[in-house]
């Protein structure tokens, strides 16, 4: 499904209507209606008693439209005004007429003490206030009303956007609508999924209103669901042998750090991947060895981490694999970092880079675009801030765009992960990842993920589909367990859980 920002949803509407010949007034009408159609399973609307608060703009509109739909289920309706009346849109001036000739009661408000007696009897509350068209920051009798709305024992369903979220960011300063249902029109929208607006909006139910699913292919954010994953991944043959799955050569480890490429390897493993090998610098090879019977170590020259004289050997080793993971453990030694880039140099085919070898890229100032390899990054936001020479802060206020910026740049696919996980894609693409839980926040995580696409690639998935699935059933993975354990669980429990994450995600 696509994710607008509130450009994007302005251009769907506007779209609707020019494109489509649907009128603004069939649109609302839509929305109005389906704040009580899409509740109706949860909500009992009928006999119940509801508050309804209407902005002036066109979110009040809907709310117009939904308390005639909530009084036709049986409802007790009153509505609330609230802002200078003035200011009403003229379609929200038409909804209005109609609820007065239904008699529905309905006053304009200038204080928020006004509502108070109606907010403490109230079954619903129907936030209707402020949606896509919030311009600055909540005061006044607004904002003291949305504090009495939130100490309210009502369900509290908002309209579009819970009131107060500002619709690219999610942001809100802590004033902002907590609502059990979020209804949101014409698609989800980025106040929807980002931190901390997702912790605003309760249970979203979306409703495209009618709009037609063609008219929004131009916004090249996805969020991501498991139908979308259900469709990428492979099928396995019935006859397939180890050879057709793939063959994956991990370079990882160093001392101190010997356990971050066996995590890669099993990622890979239970992901489904033919065959596994797991390239290691000689001193750490031993320890290693044997310890997951179905990963194949190299030792790779006498140290204890990777020296620009191991490019030639390991060089050797890649021949026979599909897809390489560099960088898992591998620390940040000199030449460990020379040994990086010498070997990117001289790689041809498909590098999936996590961890240490992103530190190496950022502090040799490598450039990618100008490597003959193809390439996914898995950095998170540190990682990532560091390649772009940015503060975290500010990486974190726009991580879409920064992913999509970086990798049309580069010609990478980027995987940022974090709260939410985003792939771009060299064409600008930004898949949003709806998958994961806290509980991921934990050593380990990252590399069982590098494992896991860098299989799916082998697989035979695209690059920037191996990427997308692979954040998904990995973090879907660690879903199943948060549920059976809540936090506490490991990144070896992740790979193990992925073969139910793959069969979860395959069930129709
Ligand atoms: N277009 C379409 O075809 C469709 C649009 N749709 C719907 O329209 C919505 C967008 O409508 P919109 O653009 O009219 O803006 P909207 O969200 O109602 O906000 C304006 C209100 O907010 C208030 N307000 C703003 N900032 C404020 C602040 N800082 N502090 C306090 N108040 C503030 C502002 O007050 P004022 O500035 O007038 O005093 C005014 O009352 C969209 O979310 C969806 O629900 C659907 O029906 C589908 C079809
Ligand atoms: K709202």
């Given at each position: 499904?696509?994710?607008?920002?509130?450009?994007?949803?302005?251009?769907?509407?506007?779209?609707?209507i020019?494109?489509?010949?649907?009128?603004?007034?069939?649109?609302m009408?839509?929305?109005?209606?389906?704040?009580?159609?899409?509740?109706s399973?949860?909500?009992?609307?009928?006999?119940?008693?509801?508050?309804?608060?209407?902005?002036?703009?066109?979110?009040?509109?809907?709310?117009?439209?939904?308390?005639?739909?909530?009084?036709?289920?049986?409802?007790d309706?009153?509505?609330?005004?609230?802002?200078?009346?003035?200011?009403?849109?003229?379609?929200?001036?038409?909804?209005?007429?109609i609820?007065?000739?239904?008699?529905?009661?309905?006053?304009?408000?200038?204080?928020?003490?006004?509502?108070?007696r109606?907010?403490?009897?109230?079954?619903?509350?129907?936030?209707?206030?402020?949606?896509?068209?919030?311009?600055?920051?909540?005061?006044?009798?607004?904002?003291?009303?949305?504090?009495?709305?939130?100490?309210?024992?009502?369900?509290?369903?908002?309209?579009?956007?819970?009131?107060?979220?500002?619709?690219?960011?999610?942001?809100?300063?802590?004033?902002?609508?907590?609502a059990?249902?979020?209804?949101?029109?014409?698609?989800?929208?980025r106040?929807?999924?980002?931190?901390?607006?997702?912790?605003?909006?309760?249970?979203?139910?979306?409703?495209?209103?009618?709009?037609?699913?063609?008219?929004?292919?131009?916004?090249?954010?996805?969020?991501?669901?498991?139908?979308?994953?259900?469709?990428?991944?492979?099928?396995?043959?019935?006859?397939?042998?180890?050879?057709?799955?793939?063959?994956?050569?991990?370079?990882?480890?160093?001392?101190?750090?010997?356990?971050?490429?066996?995590?890669?390897?099993?990622?890979?493993?239970?992901?489904?991947?033919?065959?596994?090998?797991?390239?290691?610098?000689?001193?750490?090879?031993?320890?290693?060895?044997?310890?997951?019977?179905?990963?194949?170590?190299?030792?790779?020259?006498e140290?204890?981490?990777?020296?620009v004289?191991?490019?030639?050997?390991?060089?050797?080793?890649?021949?026979?694999?599909?897809?390489?993971?560099?960088?898992?453990?591998?620390?940040?030694?000199?030449?460990?970092?020379?040994?990086?880039?010498?070997?990117?140099?001289k790689i041809?085919?498909?590098?999936?880079?996590?961890?240490?070898?992103?530190y190496?890229i950022?502090?040799?100032?490598?450039?990618?675009?100008?490597?003959?390899?193809?390439?996914?990054?898995?950095?998170?936001?540190?990682?990532?801030?560091?390649?772009?020479?940015?503060?975290v802060?500010?990486?974190?206020?726009?991580?879409?765009?920064w992913?999509?910026?970086?990798?049309?740049?580069?010609?990478?696919?980027?995987?940022?992960?974090?709260?939410p996980?985003?792939?771009?894609?060299?064409?600008?693409?930004?898949?949003v990842?709806?998958?994961?839980?806290?509980?991921?926040a934990?050593?380990?995580?990252?590399?069982?993920?590098?494992?896991?696409?860098?299989?799916?690639?082998?697989?035979?998935?695209?690059?920037?589909?191996?990427?997308?699935?692979?954040?998904?059933?990995?973090?879907?993975?660690?879903?199943?367990?948060?549920?059976?354990?809540?936090v506490?669980?490991?990144?070896?429990?992740?790979?193990?859980?992925?073969?139910?994450?793959?069969?979860?995600?395959?069930?129709?």
């Open positions: 499904m696509k994710l607008l920002n509130k450009i994007e949803s302005q251009k769907l509407d506007s779209l609707a020019n494109e489509y010949g649907l009128s603004e007034s069939t649109l009408e839509s929305a109005g209606a389906s704040v009580i159609s899409l509740t399973n949860y909500i009992q609307w009928d006999a119940a008693k509801v508050v309804v608060l209407c902005g002036t703009g066109n979110n009040g509109g809907d709310g117009f439209v939904a308390a005639r739909y909530a009084t036709l289920m049986g409802a309706v009153v509505i609330f005004i609230v802002g200078n009346i003035s200011h009403l849109t003229k379609i929200s001036q038409a909804y209005k007429a609820v007065e000739k239904m008699k529905i009661p309905i006053k304009a408000i200038q204080k928020a003490e006004e509502t108070y109606f907010l403490e009897d109230a079954d619903i509350i129907v936030d209707a206030l402020i949606g896509t068209g919030l311009t600055s920051a909540i005061k006044g009798e607004k904002a003291k009303l949305i504090n009495r709305v939130n100490v309210s024992s009502a369900i509290r369903v908002s309209i579009d956007i819970p009131s107060g979220l500002v619709c690219d960011s999610g942001e809100c300063n802590g004033l902002a609508i907590k059990d249902y979020t209804i949101a029109m014409g698609s989800i929208k106040a929807h999924v980002l931190y901390p607006g997702c912790e605003y909006c309760g249970t979203i139910l979306v409703s495209r209103i009618g709009i037609p699913s063609k008219a929004d292919e131009f916004c090249k954010t996805e969020w991501v669901e498991k139908k979308d994953i259900e469709e990428m991944l492979p099928h396995r043959m019935k006859i397939g042998h180890k050879g057709n799955y793939g063959t994956i050569g991990i370079i990882a480890g160093s001392e101190g750090l010997e356990g971050a490429g066996l995590l890669t390897a099993c990622g890979a493993l239970y992901a489904g991947s033919g065959k596994v090998h797991l390239l290691v610098p000689g001193e750490i090879a031993l320890s290693i060895t044997g310890k997951v019977p179905e990963i194949m170590v190299s030792s790779i020259g140290k204890n981490c990777f020296f004289s191991d490019v030639e050997p390991v060089l050797q080793k890649l021949k026979s694999y599909n897809v390489v993971a560099l960088g898992t453990g591998i620390g940040r030694h000199l030449q460990t970092q020379l040994f990086v880039k010498e070997l990117l140099l041809n085919g498909t590098v999936i880079l996590d961890a240490d070898a992103l190496a950022a502090s040799l100032h490598i450039s990618l675009k100008e490597l003959p390899g193809q390439f996914i990054l898995t950095p998170h936001v540190g990682e990532f801030a560091r390649l772009i020479n940015k503060e802060v500010e990486v974190e206020q726009n991580r879409i765009e992913a999509r910026l970086y990798a049309q740049e580069n010609q990478v696919v980027l995987v940022l992960k974090g709260y996980t985003v792939t771009a894609t060299p064409l600008g693409e930004v898949f990842n709806s998958t994961g839980n806290p509980g991921m934990t050593g380990g995580m990252g590399d069982v993920l590098t494992g896991v696409i860098s299989s799916l690639y082998g697989q035979d998935m695209e690059l920037d589909k191996a990427a997308v699935a692979g954040v998904y059933m990995h973090s879907l993975a660690a879903d199943l367990l948060a549920e059976e354990k809540g506490g669980f490991t990144a070896s429990e992740v790979a193990e859980k992925i073969p139910q994450s793959r069969m979860l995600i395959s069930e129709k």
